[in-house]
């Protein structure tokens, strides 16, 4: 990779400055997905601040109103946490089957969301359950967060310090993992929240987004069988070596059966 | 730029001058000349890399050097007794003739130990499962598993 300049960051305020006063610096959260692309010279910042020694941003919280997860906390974290297996297991189980026990050590919630891949896990639990990402600067709720592929609302030099979830009443997480990468070709998030049914889809479509008729047909009757009474559409859906649009809109009514079916055995 | 890093390796204290973009693979292989940690994809998929840092398994080609600064970080040679009495883990892949050329092994080694320390009791399914992150091209698999669930009732 090419050299840069190393800043291990004391705080977030620390971490701000410093990527303010860098020509073209980033944050360092695990690197599972940064330091791989800097391997390949994908991304040369002149600058990376390693958020790695704050420890206020690692922690999960859990309270009636909702868990709050700091964004330095490693998906093995996540997936380990009794607090997070009782308040909302489907978070749990979600990251626990992302990429493998080596990755899930280091890569972290906060990267995942910031990254925003089209085939990520968090971005489906974000938006499926309407959480809230909270920023060096603001709180910005789920449905405005993820705008297009690797993109997100974060302005430059903002940092993701936490997410905070609302516990649902009840949540599922089903993905079809692409057999080579394990990523999702298509992972189906589906929550009965206070404010109704949510259902957000990811490694469908260049960024994750929810199916209203779907949250509706559920929201009639919570069983696969309003699932299947959906017609999932293949417009705008990815089409690639792995899965046609076609496949990929099959696949949405598969694991969104597969979802609401895990929520109805517990 | 340099940096000053340093870490217990194998128990003992190491310390180097590094440039940032250094890899914990390449500290580890070249500076601390520990070569059983191996490099296959480079792309972390395959696991040879796989180390102990902090007590957590992690691939090590995907990280840089100075994100292990200040932790404990045991490698494969790190795991026999001074008098060269195997990790139970390690003799139990020599039983079980879970390695061909050996490429994977280290890696294989470190994440079944890290699996047996979350998953004591683990059943054939938990195994592949875990050891997802570690691939082999010889073996099938199949003595890797028998090794690991021999090292798990030991």
């Given at each position: 990779m090419h050299a840069f300049n190393y800043h291990k960051a004391s705080s977030v305020a620390d971490a701000t400055a410093r990527l303010a006063a860098s020509d073209d610096g980033r944050v360092l959260a695990g690197g599972q997905t940064l330091i791989a692309a800097m391997k390949m010279r994908l991304s040369a910042p002149s600058d990376l601040v390693d958020l790695g020694g704050i420890g206020e941003l690692r922690g999960i919280k859990v309270e009636p109103s909702g868990v709050t997860i700091g964004a330095m906390t490693t998906h093995a974290s996540v997936a380990a946490s009794p607090d997070i297996k009782r308040a909302i297991p489907?978070?749990?189980?979600?990251?626990?089957?992302?990429?493998?026990?080596?990755?899930?050590?280091?890569?972290?919630?906060?990267?995942?969301?910031?990254?925003?891949?089209?085939?990520?896990?968090?971005?489906?639990?974000?938006?499926?359950?309407?959480?809230?990402?909270?920023?060096?600067?603001?709180?910005?709720?789920?449905?405005?967060?993820?705008?297009?592929?690797?993109?997100?609302?974060?302005?430059?030099?903002?940092?993701?310090?936490?997410?905070?979830?609302?516990?649902?009443?009840?949540?599922?997480?089903?993905?079809?993992?692409?057999?080579?990468?394990?990523?999702?070709?298509?992972?189906?998030?589906?929550?009965?929240?206070?404010?109704?049914?949510?259902?957000?889809?990811?490694?469908?479509?260049?960024?994750?987004?929810?199916?209203?008729?779907?949250?509706?047909?559920?929201?009639?009757?919570?069983?696969?069988?309003?699932?299947?009474?959906?017609?999932?559409?293949?417009?705008?859906?990815n089409s690639d070596i792995h899965a046609s649009a076609e496949y990929r809109a099959h696949l949405i009514s598969v694991m969104a059966r597969r979802a609401v079916s895990q929520i109805l055995s517990k | 730029m340099s940096v000053r890093l340093s870490m217990t390796v194998n128990g003992k204290p190491v310390s180097a001058d590094v440039e940032p973009r250094t890899l914990l693979v390449d500290f580890i292989r070249d500076t601390l000349r520990l070569t059983g940690t191996h490099i296959g994809c480079d792309t972390a998929q395959c696991g040879a890399c796989t180390i102990h840092m902090n007590g957590k398994a992690v691939k090590c080609c995907n990280m840089l050097a100075v994100q292990a600064q200040g932790s404990t970080v045991v490698t494969i040679e790190g795991l026999a007794k001074a008098d060269g009495t195997m990790h139970p883990m390690q003799a139990a892949f020599r039983d079980y003739h879970g390695l061909q050329c050996g490429y994977c092994t280290p890696g294989m080694v470190m994440s079944a130990i890290d699996l047996l320390k979350r998953h004591p009791h683990p059943n054939e399914e938990q195994i592949r499962a875990e050891l997802d992150g570690n691939l082999c091209r010889c073996t099938g698999y199949h003595n890797i598993v028998r090794a690991v669930q021999a090292a798990a009732e030991a």
């Open positions: 489907a978070l749990a189980l979600l990251a626990s089957e992302i990429g493998d026990p080596m990755v899930r050590n280091m890569g972290t919630i906060g990267g995942s969301v910031a990254n925003n891949d089209p085939a990520a896990d968090y971005p489906a639990a974000v938006l499926g359950l309407g959480a809230t990402v909270v920023t060096s600067k603001r709180k910005i709720t789920a449905d405005k967060f993820f705008t297009a592929m690797y993109e997100t609302a974060l302005e430059p030099g903002e940092i993701i310090t936490s997410i905070s979830f609302p516990v649902p009443k009840r949540a599922g997480y089903s993905k079809f993992k692409n057999p080579a990468s394990r990523y999702a070709l298509v992972g189906v998030f589906v929550a009965e929240t206070a404010n109704g049914i949510r259902v957000a889809v990811t490694g469908a479509g260049p960024c994750v987004f929810r199916i209203a008729e779907l949250e509706r047909a559920l929201g009639k009757s919570f069983s696969p069988d309003a699932v299947s009474g959906v017609k999932v559409p293949a417009t705008n859906l | -």
